[in-house]
T-cell receptor, first 109, second 118 residues
Framework: GQQVMQIPQYQHVQEGEDFTTYCNSS?????IQWYKQRPGGHPVFLIQ?????EVKKQKRLTFQFGEAKKNSSLHITATQTTDVGTYFC?????????FGTGTKLQVIP | EAGVVQSPRYKIIEKKQPVAFWCNPI?????LYWYLQNLGQGPELLIR????????DSQLPKDRFSAERLKGVDSTLKIQPAELGDSAVYLC????????????????FGEGSRLTVL
């Protein structure tokens, strides 16, 4: 079945440093979504990527979808304490959406 | 616009007891999902509804789990009997179909129901 892995599992950064999480699917995806889950909260939608090689930006966040539509990345520039949480990718394959394993981000002030 | 509403937020039961969770999705959202989330892991799909039809229940342990979405609006998820390993957060989500294609929109999650089985 479809599997979606994320690395790293955990990341501690000093406030102001950059952060990147990578998402890899075992199968080709039709699209990919990214979600953020704050501690004790529920996943909240960030963005959806559909096209091969697509790049989208939201302020300090940059999202990429790989050319083969099997991988994606989220990059945060100059992290802030408000960026703390777990970031999940969710890949849509044939009639299925599979969430990744998540990357937990800790930001040290 | 009201979000996805779930109840109860917390439930503590002894093993072998039954438990039920309720979800009211965002108005107008055709697709409703039930996910299970264990600590430190990503949400895992249990069942997906299109209106009142369960279109994907392949991951639902049907020996003890059941779900329904009567009238295609709110939904209940039941576990009977509960086991220790069922302790987790049960998330409900809904989405609006884009261009008539099932489940293509962003997912809106409820706050979740945290189950502890003793």
């Amino acid at each position: 079945g479809q599997q979606v892995m994320q690395i790293p599992q955990y990341q501690h950064v000093q406030e102001g440093e950059d952060f990147t999480t990578y998402c890899n699917s075992s199968t080709t995806l039709s699209n990919i979504q990214w979600y953020k889950q704050r501690p004790g909260g529920h996943p909240v939608f960030l963005i959806q990527l559909v096209k091969s090689g697509e790049v989208k930006k939201q302020k300090r966040l940059t999202f990429q979808f790989g050319e083969a539509k099997k991988n994606s990345s989220l990059h945060i520039t100059a992290t802030q304490t408000t960026d703390v949480g777990t970031y999940f990718c969710a890949g849509r394959g044939y009639q299925k959406v599979t969430f990744g394993t998540g990357t937990k981000l800790q930001v040290i002030p | 616009e009201a979000g996805v509403v779930q109840s109860p937020r917390y439930k503590i039961i002894e093993k072998k007891q039954p438990v039920a969770f309720w979800c009211n999705p965002i108005s107008g959202h055709n697709t409703l999902y039930w996910y299970l989330q264990n600590l430190g892991q990503g949400p895992e799909l249990l069942i997906r509804y299109e209106n009142e039809e369960a279109v994907d229940d392949s991951q639902l342990p049907k020996d003890r789990f059941s779900a329904e979405r009567l009238k295609g609006v709110d939904s209940t998820l039941k576990i009977q009997p509960a086991e220790l390993g069922d302790s987790a957060v049960y998330l409900c989500a809904s989405s609006k179909n884009l261009l008539g294609r099932s489940g293509t929109g962003e997912l809106f999650f409820g706050e979740g129901s945290r189950l502890t089985v003793l």
